[in-house]
Every structure is written in structure tokens, then in C-alpha cells.
């Protein structure tokens, strides 16, 4: 398959597998000073690194890394579409706001979504019925069980969700132009102003209304719009992403597939095994060295940006343990990086695995006999430049 020349290398995939650059990187050079990829059309020097316990050692360090970009200052640094987005804070802003939002993020508060997250999926299979087959997985499956459950958690009113999810197609659809990409975001943030102002007036059972029932007099208005907005857009296109994947990597592994059709108890197992061997996220937000850092024996100065490959990390096997290359759903379980690690590990890995649980597991309830209604070739694949990994379609027959 052609590789696209704008995608950096440290993103660049062959279909699931590492292309090899990355494999040699990750075998001779754990942290390596390279051209990393900056933007839509820059490059700038700075640190890639590939191995799992230097990427644990970044991503932990508070006091040496952050994650705003180099010589920022206050005014730049808290541009507005960076407000109220967690992964733009350190401590203790990140500290704050992030406690005001853990408690929501419990498997216990969160269990109450499970019923909802279940009917979501069982009207889209509905729907998938209905229309006939063939289908775009993506566009009947994939895409709206995320938008369901982030709107619900958030408290967005039914009649509000399809205006939401056009902004956001068109936030993610490139073909569309840089401009008019830029204008659906602020659109989309905009809508999130409103409904904070709602909120603030009336709150009500979501987590927007507890936020200001609890910590109103805490968090600012532009705050609260952009945790809402930054929950929603996170929460669905890492979902997203993760059930188009997932479900091409069982159906290209029938074999595991009929291991856990067969025992479905393997849910829990397989779905660590997706995200794992997936890693929609193959980079994680790029870090700037506070000081200069001793770093797998090499120095990373003051200043200089770093870029951790949780792809890299989520590929290497332990020393003298099993080949970390395959997928095998009955591996036995091992921390991956596919949720981050340290402060910024995603808050919303709970809610992600219990929708990750219920739909793949009733796709194949309800239709046994999935396939890929194009030849596997056909399918094409989104290199993130700046976001996840993806496929903008998946058409499938039953
Ligand atoms: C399979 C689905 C998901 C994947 C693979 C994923 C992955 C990640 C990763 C890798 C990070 C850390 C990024 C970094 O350190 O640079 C992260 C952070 C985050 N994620 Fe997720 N995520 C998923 C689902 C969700 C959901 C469902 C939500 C919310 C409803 C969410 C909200 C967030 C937020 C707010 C952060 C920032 C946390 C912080 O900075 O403290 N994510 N996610």
C-alpha cells in the first residue's frame, strides 16, 4: 500500500503493523533527536521516543515536562480552543479541574450508562436492519454509539445531536479545506458555550449541570465550555476509530473471532488486545523539557520538544516474554499505553471499554455471518498527521 509522504514516519503504518523504520528505531534506538512533525506543513527538531519504560519516565514527570509547547507564555498558552482541555493544563490547573471531573469518571457513576449504552447499540443494529445490507459500519455503527453516549454524559438535548455531529464531520473531513474545518470547530465550540450558559441557569442531571451544582463558583465560564466541548469530541472519535478497527481486526482474524464468539467471557481480554495491537492514538501529545533531562542515555535540553510513540511501546515485548507483534485475544494481561500513562492517562477509559464491551460482542449477535462487503484492499486507511488513526468507511455485508 502507498504511504502518504506527509504523514511522519513515526505515524506511518502498514495497515495494523509498525513500518519497519519504526521497528529498527524501537529495537536499536529507544529515544532518538529527529525531524518531528509540528503542524499541518512544519518540522522541528526534537526527541522521538520508542521505548516503553523512557515514554513511562516522560509522561510521569511533571516537574521536567509539559505538555504546552516551548517558550509559550500565559496569553499564547491558553488560546481559546485550548481552554477547558485537560491535555493543554499542568498541575495544579490540571490537578483542579481534573478532580472536579473524576468523580464522574468512577466505573460506579459511570455504570448507570450501561443500559443506554446497550439500547444505543441495539437501534443502530436496528437501523443497519432496516437499510439492508450492505452498510458503512462507520457511518451506522461506529460513529453513533460514541455520539450517543458522549451527548448523553454531557446533557446535550436529542434535537441539538445531528447539527453537533455535522460540525464535527466536517471538523474531521480534510477534503473539505482548512477554513471551513476551522469553522465548524469554532462552531462546535460555540455550541458548547450555549449549553454551558444553559446549564449555569438550569442544571440539570449530566455532568455539565453537577459540575456547576458543585464547583460553579470554581470554574469559569470559558472552562466549562471547553471541558465540554474537549469530553465530547475526545469521546467520540477515539471510540469511533476503535470500533471501525477493532471490528476489521476480528473479521482479518477469524479465528480469534470464533474464540470469542465461542467464549464470550474473553470480551474483557479482547478488548485490551484491540487497544493494544489498534493504538488508535499512535503518538501521544508531544512534551517540552522543563530543564535539561537525562534520558535513555542521551540528554534532552531545556526546551526541546518530545514525542512518545505509545504504538512503539505497545509493540514491545517484555525481555525473554512473548512477541508483543501478533493479536491473540487470551494473552495474558499487560499494561498498554493505548490510554496514556501519568496524569493525562484518558479519563474516559472506563466509558470507552463499557461501550468497546457491549458492541462488538452484539454486532455478532446479531449478525453471525459479518464480512467485508469490498475486498480487504480496498479498505483505506487515515495516517494521522495530528489525530488517530482511522477508516473513513467500512462497508460490510451480512
Ligand atoms: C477507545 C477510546 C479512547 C482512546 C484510545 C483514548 C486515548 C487517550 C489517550 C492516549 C490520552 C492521553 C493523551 C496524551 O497523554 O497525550 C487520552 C486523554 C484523554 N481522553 Fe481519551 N481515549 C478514548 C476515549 C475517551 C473518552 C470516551 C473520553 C471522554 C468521554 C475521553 C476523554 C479524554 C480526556 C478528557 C483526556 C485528557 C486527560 C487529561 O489530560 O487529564 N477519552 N485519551
Known amino acids: 500500500m502507498a504511504l502518504p509522504k506527509d504523514v511522519p514516519v513515526y505515524n506511518r503504518r502498514d495497515r495494523f503493523d509498525p513500518v519497519p523504520e ?48 516551548p517558550a509559550d507564555t500565559e496569553a499564547q498558552s491558553r488560546r481559546l480552543q485550548n481552554i477547558g482541555n485537560l491535555l493543554h493544563y499542568d498541575p495544579p490547573d490540571h490537578t483542579r479541574l481534573r478532580k472536579m471531573l473524576n468523580p464522574e469518571f468512577t466505573m ?20 443497519m436492519e432496516e437499510t439492508g445490507s450492505p452498510a458503512d459500519l462507520m457511518q451506522h455503527f461506529a460513529w453513533q454509539i460514541p455520539g450517543q453516549t458522549a451527548c448523553d454524559l454531557l446533557g446535550v438535548p436529542q434535537d441539538d445531536r445531528a447539527e453537533l455531529s455535522r460540525q464535527l464531520d466536517i471538523t474531521r473531513d480534510d477534503g473539505r479545506g482548512r477554513a471551513r474545518q476551522m469553522a465548524a470547530g469554532r462552531a462546535f465550540r460555540a455550541y458548547f458555550q450555549q449549553l454551558s450558559v444553559r446549564e449555569r441557569r438550569d442544571p440539570g442531571d449530566d455532568l455539565l449541570g453537577m459540575l456547576v451544582r458543585e ?19 475526545a469521546g467520540i472519535e477515539n471510540v469511533a476509530a476503535m470500533l471501525g478497527l477493532g471490528i476489521l481486526v476480528l473479521l482479518e482474524h477469524p479465528d ?55 504504538f512503539a511501546a505497545n509493540r514491545t ?6 512477541s508483543k507483534d501478533g493479536f491473540d485475544i487470551t494473552r495474558e494481561p499487560a499494561p498498554h499505553m493505548a490510554f496514556g500513562h501519568g496524569v493525562h492517562y484518558c479519563i474516559g477509559a472506563p466509558l470507552a471499554r463499557m461501550q468497546l464491551r457491549s458492541a462488538y460482542l452484539a454486532l455478532w449477535r446479531r449478525f453471525p455471518k459479518l464480512r467485508l462487503a469490498v475486498p480487504h484492499e480496498e479498505i483505506r486507511f487515515r495516517m494521522p498527521s495530528s489525530r488517530n488513526y482511522s477508516v473513513d468507511t467500512l462497508p460490510v455485508a451480512w
Open 256 to 310: 480469534q473471532l470464533a474464540l470469542l464468539l465461542d467464549r464470550p467471557e474473553l470480551i474483557d481480554r479482547a478488548v485490551e488486545e484491540l487497544l493494544r495491537y489498534v493504538s488508535v492514538i499512535p503518538t501521544l501529545s508531544p512534551r517540552t523539557a522543563l530543564t535539561d533531562v537525562p534520558l535513555g542515555g542521551q540528554v534532552v535540553p531545556k526546551g526541546e520538544r518530545v514525542v512518545c510513540s505509545a
Open 22 to 69: 519504526l521497528a529498527e528505531l524501537r529495537a536499536r534506538c529507544p529515544v532518538l533527536r529527529t525531524e518531528l512533525h509540528a503542524g499541518p506543513s512544519s518540522q522541528v527538531v526534537g526527541w522521538l521516543v520508542t521505548g516503553i519504560e523512557e515514554s513511562r519516565e516522560v509522561l510521569s514527570d511533571m516537574e521536567r515536562f509539559t505538555t504546552l509547547p
Open 108 to 127: 460506579r457513576r459511570l455504570r448507570r450508562l450501561q443500559p443506554r449504552i446497550d439500547a444505543v447499540v441495539e437501534e443502530c443494529l436496528d437501523t
Open 317 to 322: 515485548a517484555a525481555p525473554g516474554g512473548p
Open 215 to 233: 464547583f460553579g463558583d470554581d470554574i469559569t465560564d470559558e472552562e466549562l465550555e471547553g471541558l465540554a466541548a474537549s469530553l465530547t469530541s
